[in-house]
Protein backbone atom coordinates (compact mmCIF):
# COMPACT_ATOMS: atom_id res chain seq x y z
CA UNK A 1 0.00 0.00 0.00
CA UNK A 2 1.11 3.88 -0.20
CA UNK A 3 0.57 6.85 2.56
CA UNK A 4 -0.65 9.83 0.57
CA UNK A 5 -0.36 13.18 1.63
CA UNK A 6 -1.47 16.23 0.60
CA UNK A 7 -0.89 20.43 1.13
CA UNK A 8 -2.84 22.26 1.87
CA UNK A 9 -5.69 20.43 3.29
CA UNK A 10 -8.70 23.40 2.77
CA UNK A 11 -8.10 27.05 1.54
CA UNK A 12 -10.51 29.99 0.40
CA UNK A 13 -8.86 31.69 -1.98
CA UNK A 14 -10.01 34.72 -3.71
CA UNK A 15 -11.20 34.45 -7.79
CA UNK A 16 -8.63 34.81 -10.01
CA UNK A 17 -5.71 34.17 -7.83
CA UNK A 18 -3.81 30.41 -8.27
CA UNK A 19 -3.18 27.85 -5.83
CA UNK A 20 -0.86 24.89 -5.52
CA UNK A 21 -1.81 21.83 -4.81
CA UNK A 22 0.97 19.32 -3.36
CA UNK A 23 0.72 15.31 -3.31
CA UNK A 24 3.80 13.35 -1.67
CA UNK A 25 3.24 9.54 -1.52
CA UNK A 26 5.77 8.13 0.51
CA UNK A 27 7.43 5.07 -1.87
CA UNK A 28 7.97 5.22 -5.45
CA UNK A 29 4.40 4.99 -7.41
CA UNK A 30 3.73 4.32 -11.11
CA UNK A 31 0.69 5.89 -11.33
CA UNK A 32 -0.53 9.36 -10.06
CA UNK A 33 -3.36 11.31 -10.77
CA UNK A 34 -6.32 14.31 -9.72
CA UNK A 35 -9.61 13.99 -9.69
CA UNK A 36 -12.15 16.77 -8.81
CA UNK A 37 -15.24 15.72 -6.58
CA UNK A 38 -17.51 18.38 -6.12
CA UNK A 39 -19.77 18.48 -3.00
CA UNK A 40 -22.74 15.46 -3.21
CA UNK A 41 -20.98 14.12 -6.66
CA UNK A 42 -18.26 11.15 -6.95
CA UNK A 43 -14.78 11.47 -8.56
CA UNK A 44 -13.98 13.27 -11.65
CA UNK A 45 -10.67 11.97 -13.10
CA UNK A 46 -8.35 15.62 -14.34
CA UNK A 47 -5.89 14.38 -15.25
CA UNK A 48 -2.53 11.45 -15.32
CA UNK A 49 0.67 13.30 -13.85
CA UNK A 50 3.28 11.93 -16.29
CA UNK A 51 6.69 11.47 -14.26
CA UNK A 52 8.64 13.88 -16.54
CA UNK A 53 6.89 14.73 -19.33
CA UNK A 54 3.72 16.29 -19.63
CA UNK A 55 0.08 15.28 -17.91
CA UNK A 56 -2.70 13.67 -20.15
CA UNK A 57 -5.75 15.66 -19.24
CA UNK A 58 -9.54 14.28 -19.52
CA UNK A 59 -12.04 15.84 -21.39
CA UNK A 60 -13.15 19.14 -20.46
CA UNK A 61 -9.93 20.05 -18.58
CA UNK A 62 -6.91 21.73 -20.16
CA UNK A 63 -3.42 22.48 -19.25
CA UNK A 64 -3.70 26.40 -19.01
CA UNK A 65 -6.15 25.75 -16.30
CA UNK A 66 -4.89 23.08 -14.36
CA UNK A 67 -0.49 22.81 -14.73
CA UNK A 68 0.55 19.36 -13.13
CA UNK A 69 3.80 18.71 -12.67
CA UNK A 70 5.72 15.51 -11.50
CA UNK A 71 9.61 15.78 -11.33
CA UNK A 72 9.91 12.28 -9.63
CA UNK A 73 7.91 8.81 -8.83
CA UNK A 74 6.76 10.41 -5.68
CA UNK A 75 5.52 14.19 -5.35
CA UNK A 76 3.41 16.02 -8.04
CA UNK A 77 1.79 18.97 -8.43
CA UNK A 78 -1.68 20.64 -9.06
CA UNK A 79 -2.10 23.90 -9.75
CA UNK A 80 -5.54 25.65 -10.14
CA UNK A 81 -5.12 28.55 -11.91
CA UNK A 82 -7.48 31.87 -12.36
CA UNK A 83 -10.17 30.62 -10.02
CA UNK A 84 -13.86 30.95 -10.21
CA UNK A 85 -16.38 30.30 -7.90
CA UNK A 86 -17.10 26.86 -9.84
CA UNK A 87 -14.19 25.74 -8.95
CA UNK A 88 -14.84 25.43 -5.37
CA UNK A 89 -14.53 21.54 -4.73
CA UNK A 90 -12.47 18.93 -3.27
CA UNK A 91 -9.06 17.95 -4.76
CA UNK A 92 -7.75 14.59 -4.76
CA UNK A 93 -4.48 12.81 -5.68
CA UNK A 94 -4.18 9.11 -6.10
CA UNK A 95 -1.22 7.50 -6.52
CA UNK A 96 -0.51 3.04 -7.11
CA UNK A 97 0.77 0.77 -9.14
CA UNK A 98 -2.05 0.01 -11.95
CA UNK A 99 -5.39 -0.28 -10.91
CA UNK A 100 -4.29 -0.69 -6.94
CA UNK A 101 -4.61 3.13 -6.36
CA UNK A 102 -4.86 4.79 -3.16
CA UNK A 103 -5.88 8.42 -2.28
CA UNK A 104 -4.54 11.35 -0.38
CA UNK A 105 -6.92 13.23 1.87
CA UNK A 106 -7.88 16.18 -0.45
CA UNK A 107 -7.55 19.81 -0.50
CA UNK A 108 -10.89 21.45 -0.19
CA UNK A 109 -10.90 24.34 -2.20
CA UNK A 110 -13.76 27.48 -1.40
CA UNK A 111 -12.98 30.19 -4.01
CA UNK A 112 -15.15 33.46 -2.80
CA UNK B 1 -24.79 7.25 -21.20
CA UNK B 2 -22.52 7.48 -18.06
CA UNK B 3 -19.29 4.56 -17.92
CA UNK B 4 -20.64 3.23 -14.61
CA UNK B 5 -24.19 3.79 -13.07
CA UNK B 6 -25.02 3.02 -9.76
CA UNK B 7 -28.58 3.86 -7.98
CA UNK B 8 -27.74 7.07 -5.92
CA UNK B 9 -30.11 5.36 -2.72
CA UNK B 10 -29.93 6.38 0.11
CA UNK B 11 -30.77 2.85 1.26
CA UNK B 12 -32.11 3.29 5.09
CA UNK B 13 -31.51 0.08 7.06
CA UNK B 14 -31.44 -1.28 10.57
CA UNK B 15 -28.51 -3.05 12.40
CA UNK B 16 -28.15 -6.74 11.06
CA UNK B 17 -29.99 -6.39 8.04
CA UNK B 18 -28.46 -7.14 4.63
CA UNK B 19 -28.27 -5.17 1.92
CA UNK B 20 -27.44 -4.93 -1.74
CA UNK B 21 -25.99 -2.62 -4.38
CA UNK B 22 -25.89 -2.91 -8.24
CA UNK B 23 -23.62 -1.16 -10.71
CA UNK B 24 -23.79 -1.19 -14.50
CA UNK B 25 -21.02 -0.62 -16.40
CA UNK B 26 -21.03 0.48 -20.55
CA UNK B 27 -17.60 -0.62 -21.66
CA UNK B 28 -17.56 -4.30 -22.32
CA UNK B 29 -13.61 -4.37 -22.59
CA UNK B 30 -13.28 -3.47 -19.11
CA UNK B 31 -10.97 -5.85 -17.18
CA UNK B 32 -11.06 -4.43 -13.25
CA UNK B 33 -13.37 -3.70 -10.97
CA UNK B 34 -13.47 -2.80 -7.61
CA UNK B 35 -15.66 -1.19 -5.00
CA UNK B 36 -14.48 1.62 -2.73
CA UNK B 37 -16.07 3.13 0.67
CA UNK B 38 -15.78 6.77 1.14
CA UNK B 39 -16.78 8.10 4.48
CA UNK B 40 -18.26 11.99 4.93
CA UNK B 41 -15.66 14.20 3.99
CA UNK B 42 -13.00 11.49 3.48
CA UNK B 43 -10.93 9.77 0.87
CA UNK B 44 -12.17 6.73 -0.78
CA UNK B 45 -10.74 3.93 0.09
CA UNK B 46 -10.58 0.37 -1.35
CA UNK B 47 -13.14 -2.30 -0.04
CA UNK B 48 -12.42 -5.17 -2.18
CA UNK B 49 -12.14 -6.02 -6.06
CA UNK B 50 -14.23 -7.73 -7.77
CA UNK B 51 -13.91 -11.08 -9.62
CA UNK B 52 -15.72 -13.05 -12.06
CA UNK B 53 -15.83 -15.80 -9.81
CA UNK B 54 -17.11 -13.54 -6.90
CA UNK B 55 -15.60 -12.85 -4.02
CA UNK B 56 -16.07 -12.71 -0.66
CA UNK B 57 -14.29 -10.72 2.60
CA UNK B 58 -15.90 -11.28 6.14
CA UNK B 59 -19.91 -10.00 5.51
CA UNK B 60 -18.89 -8.54 1.98
CA UNK B 61 -19.63 -10.40 -0.91
CA UNK B 62 -18.58 -8.81 -4.39
CA UNK B 63 -20.03 -10.42 -7.88
CA UNK B 64 -19.14 -10.15 -11.22
CA UNK B 65 -21.38 -10.93 -14.54
CA UNK B 66 -19.48 -9.85 -17.34
CA UNK B 67 -22.09 -11.08 -20.15
CA UNK B 68 -24.84 -8.46 -18.53
CA UNK B 69 -21.89 -5.98 -17.33
CA UNK B 70 -23.33 -5.75 -13.70
CA UNK B 71 -21.59 -5.82 -10.54
CA UNK B 72 -22.76 -6.45 -7.18
CA UNK B 73 -21.89 -5.73 -3.50
CA UNK B 74 -23.51 -7.85 -0.75
CA UNK B 75 -23.57 -6.14 2.96
CA UNK B 76 -24.70 -8.81 5.59
CA UNK B 77 -25.38 -8.49 8.99
CA UNK B 78 -25.24 -4.59 8.60
CA UNK B 79 -23.42 -2.36 11.46
CA UNK B 80 -23.69 1.29 12.15
CA UNK B 81 -20.10 1.45 10.91
CA UNK B 82 -21.20 -0.01 7.52
CA UNK B 83 -23.03 3.92 7.02
CA UNK B 84 -20.80 5.28 3.78
CA UNK B 85 -20.89 5.67 0.21
CA UNK B 86 -19.83 2.81 -1.61
CA UNK B 87 -18.35 3.64 -5.04
CA UNK B 88 -18.74 1.34 -8.09
CA UNK B 89 -15.35 1.48 -9.89
CA UNK B 90 -13.92 0.28 -13.24
CA UNK B 91 -10.55 0.40 -14.63
CA UNK B 92 -10.85 1.76 -18.03
CA UNK B 93 -9.66 -1.04 -21.06
CA UNK B 94 -5.93 -0.57 -21.68
CA UNK B 95 -4.83 2.42 -19.29
CA UNK B 96 -4.42 2.36 -15.91
CA UNK B 97 -7.33 5.31 -15.04
CA UNK B 98 -10.69 4.28 -12.79
CA UNK B 99 -13.62 5.07 -13.46
CA UNK B 100 -16.19 5.78 -10.66
CA UNK B 101 -19.90 5.98 -10.53
CA UNK B 102 -21.61 8.13 -9.13
CA UNK B 103 -22.22 6.14 -5.33
CA UNK B 104 -24.83 4.65 -3.53
CA UNK B 105 -24.80 6.06 0.22
CA UNK B 106 -25.91 3.78 3.05
CA UNK B 107 -27.26 4.63 6.21
CA UNK B 108 -27.60 2.10 8.89
CA UNK B 109 -29.71 3.00 11.99
CA UNK B 110 -30.13 1.36 15.02
Known amino acids: SAVISQKPSRDICQRGTSLTIQCQVD?????MFWYRQQPGQSLTLIAT?????????ESGFVIDKFPISRPNLTFSTLTVSNMSPEDSSIYLC?????????FGPGTRLTVT | RKEVEQDPGPFNVPEGATVAFNCTYS??????FFWYRQDCRKEPKLLMS???SGNEDGRFTAQLNRASQYISLLIRDSKLSDSATYLC???????????FGTGTRLQVFP
Open chain 2, 27 to 32: NSASQS
Open chain 2, 89 to 99: VVGSYNTDKLI
Open chain 1, 49 to 57: ANQGSEATY
Open chain 1, 27 to 31: SQVTM
Open chain 1, 94 to 102: SGGQAYEQY
Open chain 2, 50 to 52: VYS
